[in-house]
Antibody, heavy 120, light 107 residues
Framework: EVQLVESGGGLVKPGRSLRLSCTAS????????MSWFRQAPGKGLEWVGF??????????EYAASVKGRFTISRDDSKSIAYLQMNSLKTEDTAVYYC???????????WGQGTTVTVSS | AIQMTQSPSSLSASVGDRVTITCRAS??????LGWYQQKPGKAPKLLIY???SLQSGVPSRFSGSGSGTDFTLTISSLQPEDFATYYC?????????FGQGTKLEIK
């Protein structure tokens, strides 16, 4: 079964750091780009960032709201994508989702989400 | 960033109804648009990709159309499990941007 499972969410104080993991199974992880999205409580969906597959350089793109604070990486040997979040702000409070990115072709696999709460 | 204007923001309909949701892009995006369904407390689910291609496993009552700036999601005959929030997402360029969402409720 193709699956993504996020982990690492929790309660953190403003200015601190947190690392989320996205563990993939059921497909060849290294063949795909991976994206992160988030959804603040009661709000719509927001793209956070993206990492290309190694075949396309493994490079990254970020939303302006997180650029310079968040870093996406991947470990293809473990089938894990990471979202390192530094200098967290209260407005980063959200459910974070990782997705398999088939672009073009949409985000066809989503994890269940992990909740990040930034509060003093 | 490309702005996606989705309408309506909410919609009340009955089982068996035909419903249409639209998204308009602030600039041309070819057919680089997907439609997603989200139920409360759940992750979004891809329904349509490349504007009109049905994702594997999605019922055929869902269809998408459009190209350039104007796009439509149609549900031909609403089923009880279709009541949810729907989002369009353009992945033509960075940053990918969503419509504001359409909450589909039971009349």
């Amino acid at each position: 079964e193709v699956q993504l499972v996020e982990s690492g969410g929790g309660l953190v104080k403003p200015g601190r750091s947190l690392r989320l993991s996205c563990t993939a199974s059921g497909f060849t992880f290294g063949d795909y780009a991976m994206s992160w999205f988030r959804q603040a409580p009661g709000k719509g969906l927001e793209w956070v960032g993206f990492i290309r597959s190694k075949a396309y350089g493994g490079t990254t793109e970020y939303a302006a709201s997180v650029k310079g604070r968040f870093t996406i990486s991947r470990d293809d040997s473990k089938s894990i994508a990471y979202l390192q979040m530094n200098s967290l702000k209260t407005e980063d409070t959200a459910v974070y989702y990782c997705t398999r990115d088939r672009a073009p072709g949409g985000m066809d696999v989503w994890g269940q989400g992990t909740t990040v709460t930034v509060s003093s | 960033a490309i702005q996606m204007t989705q309408s309506p923001s909410s919609l009340s309909a009955s089982v068996g109804d035909r419903v249409t949701i639209t998204c308009r892009a602030s600039q041309g995006i070819r057919n680089d648009l997907g439609w997603y369904q989200q139920k409360p407390g759940k992750a979004p689910k891809l329904l349509i990709y490349a504007a009109s291609s049905l994702q594997s496993g999605v019922p055929s009552r869902f269809s998408g159309s459009g190209s350039g700036t104007d796009f439509t999601l149609t549900i031909s005959s609403l089923q009880p499990e279709d009541f949810a929030t729907y989002y369009c997402l353009q992945d033509y360029n960075y940053p990918p941007t969503f419509g504001q969402g359409t909450k589909l409720e039971i009349k």
